[in-house]
């Protein structure tokens, strides 16, 4: 079984491309670029090549599980900045550094700067397909992460302005008739907002809802009354 079959049969993924888990691969060497895109695809996977982290960048995100090999030319600090920009802009994209250098202070430099793991050249194709698998792991769960954010942002975007100061102050803690004390209204009007703010929410509960908030903005920041 390759391990785009375990990976499908173990997530529950449909066997077509569009759900085929993605591996990127960024290195300036156009025959390593090639011959990491072959045993990538050797094992049913999707395999972009890219010769710089520019062009990395540039691709759209992904809508599928994916990684990232990246090769970094050590010691390098640009290499290492390189690194965090693409753990800052695709953070739902695990990294797995690959390098001619091996020894401590960049392993630790580079798991400092966002990487998943880090594998010294010459690769063991074993070694580096199970670091793929682990990351492609990773990967689904980030993206499963990034895709209900999606959808709740959605959702909070489509509440007026009157739901969106009515959502703050009751997962702030406020009761009905408090909300409507503070924003000069009745408290039938406020339940009113309230069950619109629930259900375009998807909340359940308001202890649900207070979750859902909680994933809108980190958690030294307040909903804006707005």
């Known amino acids: 079984m390759s391990l785009a079959q375990a990976f499908g049969h173990q997530l529950g ?26 045993l990538i695809r050797s094992e049913g996977l999707q395999s972009e090549t890219f010769a710089s982290a520019q062009e990395f960048l540039a691709r759209p995100r992904p ?36 390098s001619d250098y091996g020894d401590i202070p960049s392993t630790v430099q580079a798991m400092k700067a966002g990487a998943v793991d880090f ?33 709740i942002r959605t959702c909070f975007a489509s509440l007026t302005p009157r739901e969106r100061q009515v959502m703050a102050l009751v997962v702030s803690g406020l009761l009905n008739k408090q909300v409507g004390g503070e924003l000069g209204i009745s408290e039938f009007t406020v339940k009113a907002h309230r069950g619109q703010v629930m259900q375009k929410m998807k909340a359940n509960s308001l202890a649900d809802l207070v979750r859902i908030a909680a994933r809108l903005r980190p958690a030294h920041q307040a909903i804006h009354l707005a």
Request: hydrophobic fraction near 45%; glycine fraction near 2%; proline fraction near 8%.
């Open 63 to 98: 809508l599928v599980p994916s990684c990232l090999i990246l090769a970094l030319s050590l010691p390098d600090p640009n290499g290492f900045e390189e690194q965090r920009r693409i753990a800052r802009e695709r953070a739902e994209v695990p990294i797995i550094v690959i």
């Open 13 to 38: 993924l449909p066997s077509i491309p569009n759900f085929t888990p993605i591996v990127f691969v960024v290195d300036e060497d156009i025959s390593i670029r090639a011959s990491l895109e072959l």
């Open 119 to 151: 594998l010294e050249k010459p690769l063991s194709h074993d070694v580096l397909l199970e670091a793929i698998r682990l990351s492609l792991e990773r990967g689904r769960v980030a993206l499963d992460r990034e895709m209900q954010l999606r959808d």
